[in-house]
Each structure stands twice: as structure tokens, then as C-alpha cells.
T-cell receptor, first 111, second 110 residues
Framework: DAGVIQSPRHEVTEMGQEVTLRCKPISGHNSLFWYRQTMMRGLELLIYFNNNVPIDDSGMPEDRFSAKMPNASFSTLKIQPSEPRDSAVYFC?????????FGPGTRLTVL | DAKTTQPPSMDCAEGRAANLPCNHSTISGNEYVYWYRQIHSQGPQYIIHGLKNNETNEMASLIITEDRKSSTLILPHATLRDTAVYYCIVRVATGNQFYFGTGTSLTVIP
């Protein structure tokens, strides 16, 4: 089992640019979660999907952030336009019932 | 909102048992206690979870008090690779969101 796959692992971009983070959940898992981790705020849940449908997006910071899950094996988190305060590690996790399994994360730096 | 309280840091000698406490005094009857750990720069890793009874797996043991207001994660023979931040989480009963608190930073000392 390959586990949760995230790409890219590192992203450096300039303020104002669009950033797209990608996630492939574990096959057979029906829930997918996007988290953000910073030193100041710790690990925060941004949004989660169940059977490809967004269930709770109350953690999404603002309209610059959007997430999609077009099918059971792929999800994206987009930031447009990006700002320096978006710099963080973004994790994707998936679950079948309750236990969540996390990917390695994408470290985003916005200059 | 995190529903758990953990000490910010702990040390443990290599080879000894590491006992990590967690208070969850407002836990509801149908909420599970989960433990994850995060080794520096990696994604959180699932360790163990339980409802009422004590649980054991190849990584650790989970001891839950009878009133369920607190629990202890036990790493029976800590190694240097167990140095990590350990998170105790109470899963929200009405959904499957996890709210991570600040966790306990465990340092295993040679």
C-alpha cells in the first residue's frame, strides 16, 4: 500500500501566484481531509470530503482557498492569489471509517 | 476546539517505558480517544485508539480510566526514534473531524 500521496513535496512561489496542491488518498478510503500546520497555530483542519462531497469547509481561511475532489482518487487544494502568510505545511489525510492516515505533506513557502 | 489537555514536554530514558498522560474530562460516552505522533517534518502517524477498554498493539498500550476522564499512552521500551510530538485527540461524535491540540513533545534520552 503506497499510503497517501501528496505533490509537490516542496513549493516556493511568489506572492500573488496561484498554487495548487495535490493529494491521492489511499484506495478504498471514502473520506479525505486537508490540514495546515504552522508554528503559531499548530495543526488545523481546513476542509474534509466524504464520498467526494465537501462536508465541512469551516476551516478554510478565506475565499482565496478552494478545494475540489473530482473523483475518489484525487483532490486539490488551490490558493489564488497566494500570500506570505499562507506559508505552512499542508497535509492531506484519508480514512475509511474513523482512523485517519496522513500523507508526507507539502511545504509551501510564499515569498 | 481541542478537548484534551497534555503536558507540553516530557523526557524518557532510552529503554524505559514512556507514560504520556492526557486529560479529557468532558468526553462524551460515544467519543473515542485517539493517539497520533508526529516525528519532525513528517505527517502525523496513527498509534492507537480506544473507547472504554484498555488497548494494546505493536506500537503501544492505551490505558483509559474507568470514568474515561483521562488516559495514558504507554510506549513500553522507548527508543531514540520515538522522539516526537504525541497528540491525544477526542474524536467528535457527530462527525469524523480530528482537532489536534498542542500535544506533548517527548524526548528520548540516550
Amino acid at each position: 500500500d503506497a499510503g497517501v500521496i501528496q505533490s509537490p513535496r516542496h513549493e516556493v512561489t511568489e506572492m500573488g501566484q496561484e498554487v495548487t496542491l495535490r493529494c491521492k488518498p489511499i484506495s478504498g478510503h471514502n473520506s479525505l481531509f486537508w490540514y495546515r500546520q504552522t508554528m503559531m497555530r499548530g495543526l488545523e483542519l481546513l476542509i474534509y470530503f466524504n464520498n467526494n462531497v465537501p462536508i465541512d469547509d469551516s476551516g478554510m481561511p478565506e475565499d482565496r482557498f478552494s478545494a475540489k475532489m473530482p473523483n475518489a482518487s484525487f483532490s486539490t487544494l488551490k490558493i489564488q492569489p497566494s500570500e506570505p502568510r499562507d506559508s505552512a505545511v499542508y497535509f492531506c489525510a484519508s480514512s475509511q471509517v474513523d482512523t485517519q492516515y496522513f500523507g508526507p505533506g507539502t511545504r509551501l513557502t510564499v515569498l | 476546539d481541542a478537548k484534551t489537555t497534555q503536558p507540553p514536554s516530557m523526557d524518557c530514558a532510552e529503554g524505559r517505558a514512556a507514560n504520556l498522560p492526557c486529560n479529557h474530562s468532558t468526553i462524551s460516552g460515544n467519543e473515542y480517544v485517539y493517539w497520533y505522533r508526529q516525528i519532525h517534518s513528517q505527517g502525523p502517524q496513527y498509534i492507537i485508539h480506544g473507547l472504554k477498554n484498555n488497548e494494546t498493539n505493536e506500537m503501544a498500550s492505551l490505558i483509559i480510566t474507568e470514568d474515561r476522564k483521562s488516559s495514558t499512552l504507554i510506549l513500553p521500551h522507548a527508543t531514540l526514534r520515538d522522539t516526537a510530538v504525541y497528540y491525544c485527540i477526542v474524536r467528535v461524535a457527530t462527525g469524523n473531524q480530528f482537532y489536534f491540540g498542542t500535544g506533548t513533545s517527548l524526548t528520548v534520552i540516550p
